[in-house]
């Protein structure tokens, strides 16, 4: 199929037009930037940089949609002085809950980066926010939208691997050259929080299982320059089933291999186990042996995934009380390092 058709295929029709505003340039705006091409019907017209990282905007404003928004230094500004119907918020961690609540107050429909809030009291007044002013609310989750992890839901919901009684989880990557916000647990507030919420809610995404309770550690070795941030982690949680779960996470990874990351998930269960890796790909040792899983799912987006249930009433594949236990497991494994105490963990 020719380049042109491919993309009148997965263009998406909304019922209406809808303006969307950019806050902050920190994170993954490009999951935000790249599908709207997809989205004719969605005009992304004013942008805040809300004191992102300056290699972050020069990078961001090549683009042209982003380019041809009308540009503002603060979002309170942004917010004031244009008419919007959607904002996606994408500054840092420590004044992302603030942002959110500014967008709330105003009954505007918004997707944010990951965390919602670096603490429980913050993290409270997003969702009471949300419910007070009656909005839809998505979250950066990219990655339970990837093909390997949707198969592996799809093999625990077809009862192959049985019950999941233990989930192993990593994410590894290289350091390269931080942020400067990154650097300051006032503007990052950890590791865990950043991102461990990614593999947190993968790990019951694929598994159907929640967390009840959370034990951490996270220290910073090395390197100076990194500042408050810490370079290893690990979490151990209880499921909803009486399983464990654990998740390390590193800085650590050699410059001198390929690919910035190591993501691995293995999901053990009572009949048989399921995992990835980059490697190896989606592996399941069952009943009927051991096989690779070579017909995956089509990738997803997010943001496509928030606009059709915001605007065209479909069914999220992303709810919000997923959104709410995966912030509410984070902070749980995020106090648990810090206070070194086991943190029971809020459910919906």
Not at 95 to 103: D, G, M, N, T, V
Not at 164 to 183: F, G, T
Not at 270 to 287: A, H, K, N, S, Y
Request: one cysteine or more; hydrophobic letters at 45%.
């Amino acid at each position: 199929m020719a380049a042109a058709a491919i993309a009148r295929s997965q263009t998406v029709r909304l019922p209406r037009k809808i303006r969307l505003a950019l806050i902050g340039y920190d994170g993954h705006p490009e999951e935000i930037i790249r599908p709207l091409a997809r989205f004719p019907d969605v005009e992304l017209v004013a942008v805040a940089d809300a004191g992102s990282d300056p290699r972050a905007v020069q990078s961001i404003l090549r683009n042209p949609l982003v380019a041809r928004a009308r540009r503002y230094p603060s979002y309170l500004e942004l917010l004031r002085r244009e008419q919007i119907d959607c904002v996606a918020i994408c500054n840092n961690n420590g004044e992302r809950a603030a942002a959110i609540l500014a967008c709330a107050e105003r009954k505007l429909n918004l997707i944010a980066e990951k965390p919602f809030a670096v603490s429980r009291r913050e993290l409270a007044a997003v969702i009471a926010a949300v419910g007070k002013y009656g909005i839809h609310a998505g979250m950066l989750l990219p990655m339970r939208f990837a093909p390997p992890y949707l198969a592996m839901k799809n093999i625990v919901g077809s009862g192959e691997v049985g019950e999941v009684a233990q989930i192993d989880a990593q994410k590894s990557y290289q350091l390269d050259d931080r942020p400067e916000w990154q650097k300051h647990a006032r503007t990052y507030g950890s590791t865990i929080l950043w991102i461990g919420i990614h593999m947190i809610d993968l790990m019951s995404f694929t598994s159907g299982r929640a967390f009840t309770q959370a034990a951490s550690f996270q220290a910073h070795l090395s390197y100076p320059e990194l500042g408050d941030m810490q370079n290893v982690t690990a979490t151990i949680f209880r499921l909803d089933n009486g399983g464990t779960a654990t998740l390390r996470m590193d800085y650590l990874r050699p410059a001198s291999v390929p690919g910035h990351g190591d993501d691995r998930l293995r999901l053990a269960g009572t009949r048989g186990i399921v995992e990835f890796q980059e490697e190896t790909g989606v592996t399941v040792l069952g009943p009927r042996g051991k096989r690779t899983v070579a017909d995956l799912p089509p990738q997803g987006s997010v943001f496509a995934d928030f606009l059709r249930s915001t605007y065209a009433a479909a069914a999220p594949a992303l709810t919000w009380p997923e959104i709410v236990r995966a912030n509410q497991a984070t902070l749980a494994a995020h106090e648990a390092a810090q206070t070194g105490t086991m943190v029971s963990i809020q459910t919906p």
